[in-house]
């Protein structure tokens, strides 16, 4: 079975970009990750095309036929196939990259994520959002996913004595990365104080605890050992690739504040790359609500249930033993649902080869990305390593 | 590389019913494939969903959840991913599951393949199955997947001077073979005559040319080879797969009426399987419109291009050489999109057990299922034969 390798990737900047269309975004992150790999398109042997919404918000499916005739793979027939798995598609189709490749069937894989969220065809966006939950019994009575994580919020700060303020940090640490990552959707620092005091969304979870609906798009170019070696370009690889599940609706979970798929995905991602939680050098969370970062802390392993917030008011910036979050997260980052989990592997892919500028991690060697759709049903785990 | 093996499946009746939701259908489908292949659900590694338009349709993304939840491999966090491509879905899901098995990573796949049509929340069903071409340049004008078909058969009647008969006689054959399928949407016979006075769609395509929108869901349980053998259903495997792809927008394609992603996919699938076209035993073709069957019977190789005519009006019926859609096909077994290509699996499966009742062909040995997605832009073949 071939090691995969990380040999190329391309971003669009995240954010409003009323004057970019889904194709353009996403054959503009394409085409950077060809350059970046430095390879012919007709060297592609299969694309793996991620979008969770665009059949609902921009009335357009098929994404991996748009995405392989617009990047100019679809005339040399290369095929192409959508993956959709909430937020977490990005992840998913990777993985899917990572697997055709370890089949032996094709030697290098394109992922290209995407997603155009604002000034688009659909309205009620926060309806379509609301697709990727329970739709017959929590988007029908009017639940959201900001309500779903707010209920979490809730009885986590109840059951563990926790106050808002480890949440608040989640956001403050994301937006002082994402100030030093030109493609973030936020780049403003914000303080404490201000996380906390702002605007209420669904208690007690106010705008600074939410990701924000983004437009962006972001490709990598995988490939086997043998053809990373033959480029001169097998420099970051996928040390482990795992994926868990949960039940879909909240309400039927063990646990509101506890992800299961977190908890198993992250578990058999460290056993497969035989690795332990003091070799991680940074992870990226999928901190779509803030209260998600502390849980994921937790079921990722990373300090016992409960605790997270102690390591959150420590510290998890840039210089401490956990870095979180280097590229600015779900929260300053942004989070364009389809490209999210991509651009997790972009961020991996630039730490680990020391090219990350200014918001570079000290000996960043390993990385742990974590994604998930909705609540947490699907949960998706990579190990990134140096070669 | 372990060959992989079809060890069970499961179909509900396709066509119009008001009375069941998604889930229950996507459900009822995958129990009894679990049933049919003797194995626990636990057994299963991964569950690749297929539905193209539920996000649209029925504003339920995330389909891989829902399925893993409600069919109870949730609870033991096994996976699931949505696989989408138009209405290919299913066959390019069926080769995700090919490729995960083959690459070591799992011994048993579920496919789950999924369309609620009818009687869903959103409206404009045209509209929403124009979704699956090009938005921007041929839905927003006012393409649609009949009118798109409807070009590619005048220039092809034009061109090659062949009558509608031809067109007419797929359709016939699919109701001819449907009256046999308990499962089908439309199980009447329809005569020549009957095939070529119906209603106007889009000239000089009309209703019976035209697959229906139905509601239906189909599964099947993939295994590796040394798990088949361990349950003793070793007995029908994937001897080969491929896709390849073409431009989405018909007005991009080399010919409207030649479908490259078809000849590439087609050439690549005997290839691989070692077979010539005389060991086809039978074929399932993509007719979502009539067109579609003699472009197909030709790009596929089993004629000359513009000859397909002759084929057709000679005979391809279950007694022939060359059985077509014993099935019934998208025409008359109907076309319910995400289980549209898992459902031509299931006819597979049945075809070489033997166990097809009284549309069994002959000495099936050796079937070719080829799906496509709208009006071609990509194209999944695949061939099934006896261990």
């Known amino acids: 079975m071939t090691e995969v390798h990380i040999i190329g990737s391309g971003e669009t900047k995240f954010g409003e970009m009323w004057d970019r ?52 793979i679809a005339s040399n027939g290369i095929p192409a196939v959508r993956i959709e798995s909430s937020s977490s598609s990005g992840a998913a189709a990777v993985r899917e990259a990572y697997l055709a490749i370890r089949s032996g069937e094709y030697d290098v894989a394109m992922v290209g994520g995407v997603e155009k969220m604002t000034d688009i065809y659909g309205s ?36 563990f004595k926790v106050g808002k303020e480890a949440m608040s940090m989640i956001s403050v640490n994301d937006h002082a990365n994402a100030s030093k990552n030109p ?40 490939a086997s050992e043998k053809f990373a070696r033959s480029v001169g370009k097998d420099g970051v690889r996928i040390k482990s690739s795992a994926i868990a599940q949960d039940y879909l609706a909240l309400h039927s979970r063990d646990s509101i504040y506890t992800l299961n798929s977190t908890i198993l ?84 892919y630039l730490q680990i080869r020391g090219k990350a500028g200014e918001r570079q991690v000290k000996n960043a060697s390993t990385g742990l990305l974590h994604s998930m759709s909705g609540t947490g049903s699907t949960s998706v785990v990579h190990i990134l390593g140096g070669a």
């Open 124 to 159: 009620e966006i926060l309806d379509i959002v609301g697709t990727t939950l329970d739709r017959e019994w929590e988007t029908f009575f009017g639940g959201t996913p900001a309500a779903m994580a707010a209920i979490s919020a809730r009885k986590y700060m109840h059951d």
């Open 265 to 348: 995905a992250g578990k058999t991602a460290f056993e497969k790359a035989g690795l332990k939680h003091s070799d991680v050098s940074f992870v990226e969370l999928h901190d779509s609500y803030s209260i998600y970062g502390l849980m994921e802390l937790e079921d990722l392993g990373f300090c016992k249930k409960g605790k997270a917030s102690e390591l959150v008011m420590d510290d998890i910036g840039l210089t401490s033993s956990l870095p979180v979050n280097p590229s600015g997260g779900l929260k300053a980052k942004g989070n364009p649902m389809g490209a999210t989990g991509v651009g997790q592997f972009v961020e991996g």
């Open 21 to 72: 269309s889904l194709r353009e975004l996403a054959v503009e992150a394409g085409l950077k990750a060809v350059e970046d790999a430095g390879i012919y398109s007709r060297d592609i042997g299969i694309l793996y095309g991620s979008s969770s919404l665009a059949g609902t918000l921009n009335l357009q499916n098929d994404i991996g036929s748009l995405l392989a005739d617009f990047s100019g």
């Open 183 to 222: 493609n973030a959707h936020y780049r403003n620092k914000i303080t404490l104080e201000a996380a906390m005091k702002s605007t209420p969304v669904a208690d007690p979870l106010n705008l600074m605890d939410c990701s924000p609906i983004s437009d962006g798009a972001a490709a990598l170019i995988l």
